[in-house]
């Protein structure tokens, strides 16, 4: 076979493009320090690699689930925690009251007082987090409750308990593993229809899912009622010390009520373990929520190492390789110097 110039040309040019091509890979590999720079670098790794991807991207996605509903649960937690505190001190100026040794005048001032608290817990049950009100249910953009004439009126999302099943429905959840979702928020307010066992949220109960309109500063509002929590303890308190049923007193009682005011000392009780009760679900879930992110936080480093080790470079060796791959390259540059002499007088001669 006659082998012309030509020929000898383009396998030059062929094997210096391929010199390079080979030098421009490897300097992206350890400039990127990644092994798999295309699917076409290992096609049979690429698969697992996009599995083990996807692992992380959804493992992120939990933690950030985890962290949002951890935020609505420590502040739940802090805000129980406060209401608990302000019933003690109403129990206390209950006990205070019923000891028969103050006036009416003493007792009246102790039912100011415990008005200023129902004012603070009201204040308390509509605290935000957010933007979004951690006793509103799912409808939680706005203010959930309102007080209005003496009476506390609910307007958050509606909350039920299906008594068969003893289950939940529209409280606000987070799923934070696959098909594991979980509630974050504690009951506010239980609509309760049925006639069989009831349950009470941390402010009490609505009689039924119907709604009455209120006006407040000019605006009707779609309300419920709130009946039998502790803000109607606090109110049976407080009407007791004065001796009167309205609110605010008219002075026509001249003494207290006594059995009143034993009988609401026993209802504060009542609704301390009420709010102990959904406290401890809430610090429970606590714990639930952080022990899962912490195993998900393991599985990241575990998943992230077993990612490095299907794409990662070995610098060391690759930057060997570069070495060798210049020297090549650098070769092949003066092979084609010596060999291309292609001008007239090489040709005369």
């Not at 020929?7 to 030098?23: A, E, G, P, Y």
């Not at 992380?56 to 649960?73: A, E, F, T, V």
């Not at 003893?166 to 049925?194: C, F, M, W």
Request: aromatic residues 6%; without cysteine; negative net charge.
């Amino acid at each position: 076979m006659r082998v012309t110039n030509k020929m000898v040309t383009d396998t030059l040019i062929s094997n210096i493009q391929n010199n390079m091509q080979k030098l421009a890979r490897t300097q992206e590999q350890i400039s990127t320090g990644t092994r798999i720079l295309r699917p076409s670098d290992d096609p049979s790794s690429v698969s697992h690699l996009l599995a083990v991807k996807g692992n992380i991207k959804y493992n992120q996605q939990y933690m950030r689930n985890i962290d949002d509903g951890l935020s609505y649960l420590y502040s739940t937690d802090d805000t129980l925690g406060s209401i608990l505190e302000v019933v003690t001190n109403a129990k206390t100026s209950a006990i205070q009251g019923a000891n028969g040794a103050l006036s009416v005048e003493e007792t009246t001032a102790l039912a100011y007082q415990i008005d200023q608290m129902i004012d603070h817990v009201a204040d308390l049950a509509n605290t935000p987090i957010g933007g979004k009100y951690i006793f509103a249910g799912r409808e939680n953009d706005q203010p959930p409750f309102i007080r209005y004439n003496d009476e506390i009126y609910y307007r958050g999302g509606d909350i039920t308990f299906d008594t068969d099943v003893k289950q939940y429905d529209g409280r606000v959840a987070r799923e934070i593993l696959a098909q594991s979702e979980h509630t974050v928020d504690a009951p506010s307010v239980i609509i309760n229809t049925g006639s069989g066992d009831q349950v009470k949220g941390v402010f009490g109960t609505t009689p039924d899912a119907s709604k009455e309109t209120i006006t407040v500063d000019g605006n009707p509002v779609d309300v419920r009622k709130v009946e039998g929590g502790i803000l109607d303890a606090l109110k049976q308190l407080r009407n007791a010390l004065t001796g009167e049923s309205v609110w605010p007193p008219t002075g026509s009682a001249t003494v207290p009520d006594s059995a009143g005011i034993n009988a609401a000392i026993s209802n504060l009780g009542s609704e301390m373990d009420n709010l102990i009760e959904h406290r401890v679900a809430i610090g429970a879930r606590e714990r639930h929520f952080e022990s899962v992110k912490e195993q998900l936080m393991d599985q990241e480093v575990n998943l992230t190492q077993v990612q490095m080790n299907i794409e990662g470079v070995d610098i060391a060796k690759a930057s060997l390789f570069l070495s060798q791959q210049k020297l090549t390259y650098d070769a092949s540059l003066a092979a084609g110097s010596t060999v291309l002499q292609t001008s007239l007088l090489h040709f005369l001669k």
